[in-house]
């Protein structure tokens, strides 16, 4: 059966973190904070414009729309992002429309990426970069956020900052394409301006082209901003940015993303899609038009879902802040996202993890706590290249856009742990 092995592109490839942590969770029944995922109702209009799509007798919106993507979606994504951006940006030949920005970043990296060129990944970094850069013959570099902390009591994901020395280190002549997240997962920091500048200033130096991932551009803390890296001198025309419906709207499950650049490097990503996910759902993509031209209509006041959904969660994030401290955990206080991390090593003294044989001691921790406290979260070495896990050893990632009875009851039980340990 050797000939039906897998094919060498993918060999070396491990089973992902989701994969491991959806069946841990299957087997103990944790509380989960660990998915990230809303489990509460996205925006009505949204289901609403679903159901009106559904029940609409234009048998065309029940069919296959165009592959790069349904006119109505590109067409709302160019006007905001023209907004946005500060230039116009061509709904049919700068938009492209894909399974979610999983699916985005696929073609992105699979329509620009060969054999030998070198990616530069920030980390930490969301686990599928590397396994796809890898797929497609490429060759990352890691470059780590360090921790950088100004002796404040509080941690804040901001203290997390590059070295421009290492970072100016990872460019070459073989270098292709740098991918940054933000605001990043798992730790939440959102770019500033200075470090978004020296990203691009290295990007022109060395003619290289930026994948910029932007999915939870809406999810910024105040004082924060969101600076989109294609709208810097000089950028636009080497930039790929990605987005996500899912976390735009709260609808992780409709799985519809984007990308947007100039037409001559989005072009790379059409020829991928038209030859693997082809067209997505036009019942889906009709939707969430509307509730993009809904935002648009009021974007920047009080009522828009982009505006709220951030103070919203701002109360569950210190919510979450609180009790983990309560527990004698760290947290590290984002700027951006719905996640938390937080460092756990402070209890390791307390806690047996001699049951766990993991190699690293955030999945030990996780799993202990999965099957000892009833609560899950996520080890954040998953988001480091193998040289550099022991940076997320001691860390553990939550996830707080969740109800506040969940959030309730992960207090409750981590106030029993306490007292009882």
Not at 75 to 99: A, D, F, Q, V, W
């Amino acid at each position: 059966m050797e000939k039906f092995g897998l094919p060498a592109r993918y060999q070396g490839q491990q089973e992902s973190v989701w994969e491991e942590y959806i069946q841990l969770a299957a087997d103990y029944d944790p509380l989960d904070l660990g998915q990230g995922f809303p489990d509460f109702s996205p925006p009505e209009y949204i289901i609403s414009a679903l159901d009106q799509v559904i029940k609409d007798k234009d048998i065309m919106l029940h069919q296959y729309t165009r592959g790069c993507g349904h006119p109505r979606l590109t067409s709302i994504l160019s006007k905001l992002y023209s907004h946005l951006i500060g230039r116009n940006i061509h709904p049919e030949k700068e938009i492209l429309i894909s399974t979610g920005a999983y699916g985005a970043l696929y073609c992105t990296v699979m329509g620009h990426i060969d054999q030998g060129d070198e990616v530069i990944i920030i980390e930490p970094y969301f686990d599928c970069y590397e396994p796809m850069v890898l797929s497609a013959g490429g060759i990352p570099r890691f470059v780590p956020l360090r921790y950088n902390n100004n002796n404040s009591s509080i941690l804040k994901s901001s203290d997390w900052t590059l070295d421009p020395e290492e970072l100016e280190k990872a460019f070459n002549s073989k270098t292709k394409a740098i991918i940054i997240n933000t605001p990043n997962n798992p730790l939440g920091k959102v770019f500033t301006e200075n470090e978004l500048q020296m990203i691009a200033n290295l990007c022109k130096k060395w003619n290289v082209m930026c994948i910029s991932d932007e999915v939870y551009e809406w999810l910024v803390y105040e004082p924060q901003k969101h600076i989109r890296i294609a709208s810097l001198p000089g950028m636009w025309e080497r930039t790929i940015t990605v987005g996500s419906a899912g976390k735009t709207f709260s609808i992780t499950g409709w799985k519809i993303g984007w990308a947007y650049g100039p037409a001559n490097l989005i072009h790379n990503l059409v020829i991928v899609h038209q030859n693997s996910i082809s067209v997505c759902s036009t019942p889906l993509q009709e939707a969430i038009a509307v509730g993009f031209e809904k935002e648009f209509s009021c974007l920047g006041q009080d009522n828009c879902y982009f505006t709220s959904l951030p103070r919203q969660l701002e109360q569950k994030k210190n919510y979450m802040a609180n009790f983990l401290t309560k527990m004698g955990m760290k947290p590290i206080i984002p700027d951006g996202g719905y996640f938390m991390i937080a460092d756990w090593s402070s209890l390791e003294s307390k806690i047996d993890l001699s049951a766990e044989n993991d190699k690293y001691k955030d999945y030990c921790f996780t799993k202990w706590l999965t099957k000892n406290v009833g609560i899950q979260g996520i080890p954040p070495s998953a988001f480091y290249s193998e040289p550099h896990k022991l940076l997320g050893e001691k860390l553990v990632r939550f996830c707080f856009i969740k109800k506040e009875e969940k959030l309730n009851k992960a207090a409750e039980i981590l106030e029993h742990w306490k007292k009882t340990e």
